[in-house]
């Protein structure tokens, strides 16, 4: 009888949802209607490539370490060390060249090679480096007062709201975030990332209101959006292309 | 119901059976690598297999022996003078303890005395004297293909096969470790890094800001946008990667993780080891890590490399020395394993479950150059310490004047040396893995399994 049940249950799984035709009704349900190439003007004789396209790549580390000095302040390698261990020393941060392997860059003088694929241990000091970089901006640019000039900030490129943020207020200023991070605007994500995020915000923020409250360095609703920045650093699409 | 429909509910009528049939069962069934450990171990720069594994003593033919001229012979345990080379100059005698079947050169040290665990692979067919190649060649079993590795390591495979449940599945300091092929899992994938210490910086955390919890939200509200990306690529392989690794990450930055990375805390916790050891001392720290590793039960294999074995000139007086610092080490090893109860079955001990296996890229020309070194040879010599090989037994030999490898059984190929593709294979396969999953070279050498 359990065999029956288990074998119904997949069966219906199966059958249950189509997501090429849920994303056609979407599609059209939005107004964009689809439309053959070939009905293009100009596409009708042109080939289409139909081959199976490779996966999403690892960037190579010089980059993404690049982007993390770019974006948290344009610091050099040095200052941005200096910067992220502060004056609690490796609380948050060690040195660069602690993490340059884990990162993947190439040892020539041990002779390791690059990596071209995550391992664990990479997303480990993703998260380790992220954080320090995050806790720092938090820090610099929206736990200070008077906060700096708007056009100054690097991270947190708006003003927070004094109350606790509405779901429009809260994807207008995560938007800003998206496209310094990853480059595009959040709307265009390929899942509800928005939503995601504001669950995020919210669980942190309530975390560090509720009574009993572990002490924090920053305020709850910069928590939260310093919760929004580890998970935008570290996001799969800031480490691929 | 059209066609597309009609086929998914096929797809899934088909897994509801096979979920309720015997291949259920059989993947439910614990492989023969359940609760088993692997240590792999590169001596890289190419070892004198003439003071090891293979010895040579006599001058003959291309062979000029290990002597007191050559070779500081002061702090080799096992030297005892063979036999005069040349007015004042001694060779050595071959070292070979009761009851052993196994002939050992003077650099054995004191795993001599663990013949009866030990199962030495001589005349292997390396075919190359680069050490890139040579040291890829010797971990996957295939050639470098141009500057490309073409094929997984040994430890990825052994991981892959039997670790992606362990928090960390490989752990490789300076091994060459590959991972190639759409099909492995990613938690497989070998942690590269450089030194143990290292990683333990990696994993530390700060509660300064934010709690573990808020990161524990982040990490899995991450896990699940990699999941959801991986449904919308063409090739899901690498956001699926990074879901399963999120999924670890938890596992890693919390309990005692951390401290397995510790150098201090990992030399307190395996005081036997040898960490002032004149050339091998760095490389005792992995040792100590890999048997608090799978003391806990936190690895399913551990691989580093052992350097300082490229003796082209006079440095090649201390080759001895180093070899005999990295067997003594290895004979500790089995010692602590032997008296380590395994962390998940219960009455065994880890010595019982761990298998060990030492590879070069290559061995060292029979000849002393005009620099008082030597340089690298076509031939190659491997140990494996493993209950799955017949141990005090000695697979394969060398041309006694040439040092070349020569036949040593027969191969669907016809009748030749082993390669290093062999030995791996035949490593793989002694767990009940087929070699061809992984490997496209390589013959299983039955006689040396139990």
């Known amino acids: 009888m359990k065999r029956l049940t288990l074998a119904a249950m997949v069966m219906l799984a199966a059958c249950a949802k189509d997501p090429d035709r849920d994303a056609a009704e979407e599609a059209k349900n939005n107004g964009v209607p689809s439309t053959p190439a ?8 042109l080939a289409q490539d139909n081959t199976t396209k490779e996966g999403p790549r690892l960037l190579p580390a010089e980059v993404y370490i690049q982007a993390y000095l770019d974006i948290f302040g344009g610091l050099s390698p040095l200052a941005a060390e200096l910067a992220s261990r502060g004056k609690e020393g490796s609380a948050l941060f ?4 602690d993490y340059l392997a884990s990162l993947g860059m190439p040892d020539y003088e041990k002779d390791i090679s690059r990596v071209t694929q995550t391992n664990a241990m990479m997303l480990a000091t993703f998260e380790r480096v992220g954080i320090a970089l995050c806790d720092r901006a938090a820090e610099r640019e929206l736990d200070t007062t008077p906060r700096p000039a708007l056009a100054t900030r690097t991270v947190f ?3 927070p709201t004094a109350a606790a943020p509405t779901e429009a207020e809260f994807a207008e200023r995560f938007d800003v975030m998206h496209r310094t991070f990853i480059g595009y605007p959040a709307k265009l994500a390929e899942t509800p990332r928005t939503a995601r995020f504001f669950e995020l915000y919210k669980s942190v923020v309530a975390k ?7 002490a924090s360095g920053l305020t709850p609703a910069n928590a939260g959006w310093a919760a929004v920045c580890y998970g935008l650093v570290r996001h799969p699409e800031f480490h691929t292309y | 119901m059209d066609r597309r429909n009609f086929l998914k509910c096929l797809g899934g009528a088909g897994a509801a059976a096979l979920a309720s049939g015997p291949m259920l069962r059989a993947l439910a069934e614990p ?12 001596a890289s720069g190419g070892w004198d297999v003439t003071v090891g594994l293979d010895p040579r003593f006599e001058a003959k033919g291309l062979i000029d022996p290990a002597t007191t001229r050559n070779l500081d012979t002061a702090a080799l345990t096992r030297w005892k003078d063979g036999g005069a080379i040349e007015v004042g100059e001694q060779s050595f005698a071959p070292v070979q303890p009761a009851g052993s079947k196994l002939v050992f050169g003077p650099a054995i040290g004191d795993l001599a005395d663990k013949y009866d665990r030990l199962t030495v692979f001589n005349g292997l067919a390396v075919n190359t004297v680069s050490h890139g190649d040579g040291t890829v060649f010797a971990a996957t079993g295939r050639h470098l293909a141009g500057g490309r590795v073409p094929a997984s390591s040994i430890d990825a495979i052994m991981a892959n096969e039997f670790g992606v449940g362990q928090i960390l599945p490989s752990v490789s300091v300076r091994f060459p470790s590959s991972f190639v092929g759409q099909h ?23 509660n300064m800001n934010l709690g573990v919890d808020d990161r524990s939200a982040v990490t899995a509200m991450l896990s699940q946008e990699a999941q959801d990306l991986a449904k919308v690529s063409n090739d899901p392989s690498a956001m699926q990667g990074f879901a399963l690794q999120l999924q670890a990450l938890t596992k890693m930055t919390g309990g ?4 397995l ?3 201090a805390k990992l030399q307190a916790a395996q005081p036997t080891f040898n960490y002032r050891a004149q050339y091998m001392g760095p490389v005792a720290t992995n040792f100590a890590f890999a048997v608090e590793a799978m003391k806990a039960n936190l690895v399913r294999s551990v691989a580093f490399a052992a350097g300082g074995f490229d003796t082209h000139n006079s440095s090649y007086v201390d080759q001895g020395q180093k070899q005999q610092e990295l067997f003594d080490m290895i004979a500790r090893l089995i010692e602590v394993l032997d008296a380590t109860p395994h962390p998940t079955k219960t009455g065994r001990r880890l010595g019982e479950h761990t298998h060990i296996m030492v590879v070069s890229e290559f061995c060292r020309t029979p000849q002393i150059n005009q620099t008082m070194g030597r340089d690298h040879y076509p031939n190659g010599s491997a140990l494996v310490v493993s209950p799955k090989f017949k141990s005090n037994m000695a697979y394969g030999s060398s041309d006694p004047e040439q040092l070349l490898p020569r036949a040593s059984g027969k191969f669907y190929d016809g009748e030749r040396a082993a390669t290093p593709a062999d030995l791996l294979a035949t490593f793989v396969g002694a767990f009940g893995v087929d070699p061809r999953k992984y490997m496209r070279d390589g013959e299983v050498i039955k006689e040396v399994l139990r």
């Open chain 1, 38 to 45: 070939s009905d293009l003007p100009g596409h009708g004789s």
């Open chain 1, 94 to 97: 060690d040195t660069w060249r």
């Open chain 1, 157 to 159: 490129g708006f003003e």
């Open chain 1, 208 to 214: 560090h209101t509720e009574k009993g409250a572990p």
């Open chain 2, 31 to 42: 492989s023969a690598g359940e609760g088993e450990f692997f240590v792999f171990i590169h």
């Open chain 2, 184 to 206: 492995l899992d990613r938690r497989a994938m070998p942690l590269l890094v450089d030194g143990i210490g290292s990683m333990g910086r990696a994993l530390a955390r700060t």
């Open chain 2, 256 to 259: 005692p993780v951390q401290t």
């Open chain 2, 261 to 263: 990375f510790d150098s």
